[in-house]
């Protein structure tokens, strides 16, 4: 039995890894008693698959994981054994039994969309208008917009007007942010920090990513010509 567990992350949590986050929900699944399937071999393990890993210091409303399990408790009473476990920071906020033939959320991910915005004590660099127009310059205007993107092994250039769906600067309460729809997955995955780093550069203007808060709204597949939530998409 397939199961889709969605949590956000918040707090003094966003400064943990993903490859913590990953042993953090391996020992709630045993403390909380979910009777998720291992796998065989010498060195078994728990069947358990994060759809897109979030970088270390960017909170978020909408990540997901999957696991097998040979049976399952009605969901509020999984979601309520869980969050019995959790430390400030962590919710567990839906938990979906799948369809037998669902594909895995690691798989079907295309997108992820964030909000970006200065800390309440950093000055933006430039007005709301300066930055819609730098905008408007830097995407919506050249037919590409061509940069070197740096990956564990070597340096290969990519064309970020492709991989940027949706972005545009805003005002909120009275503070500019940025809201931005990117590509994520295991073959374009694009960061927001760097989608800034490149916008500002065009500006002239002095990018320090410690000046920023940067929230995941959530993770998305591919539905046919719409985004879809991984929580409401099975196929």
């Known amino acids: 039995m397939k199961i889709r567990i969605k949590f956000r992350k918040y707090g003094m949590m966003k400064f943990i890894g993903h490859l913590d986050i990953m042993r953090y929900f391996q ?22 698959s994060f759809a897109a890993p979030l970088g270390v210091g960017i909170t978020s409303d909408g990540e997901y994981f999957d696991i097998e399990v040979q049976q399952t408790l009605p969901p509020a009473e999984a979601m309520r054994a869980l969050n019995d476990t959790m430390a400030d920071g962590i919710e567990v906020t839906d938990y979906v039994i799948l369809p037998d033939n669902a594909s895995n959320a690691m798989s079907i991910v295309a997108a992820a969309d964030y909000d970006i915005s200065f800390l309440e004590d950093r000055k933006p660099p430039a007005s709301l208008e300066q930055f819609q127009q ?18 564990k092994k070597s ?7 492709k991989l940027v769906y949706e972005i545009r600067a805003e005002e909120i309460n009275g503070n500019i942010s ?18 800034l780093q490149s916008l500002f550069s065009s500006m002239e203007l002095v990018f320090d990513e ?22 409401e998409f099975y196929g």
């Open 27 to 48: 020992k709630a699944m045993r403390r909380a008693d979910i009777a998720i399937c291992y796998s065989a071999g010498f060195s078994p393990h728990q069947i358990m």
């Open 210 to 231: 410690d000046d920023l808060k940067i929230h995941r709204r959530d993770v998305y597949a591919d539905g046919g010509g719409r985004w879809i939530p991984l929580g």
């Open 178 to 195: 940025f809201y931005m729809m990117l590509s994520t997955g295991s073959s374009d995955n694009l960061k927001p920090e760097l989608v």
């Open 155 to 161: 340096e290969r250039t990519i064309d970020l007007k």
């Open 134 to 151: 730098g905008l408007d310059l830097f995407f919506h205007r050249p037919k590409e917009v061509l940069i070197t993107k740096q990956t």
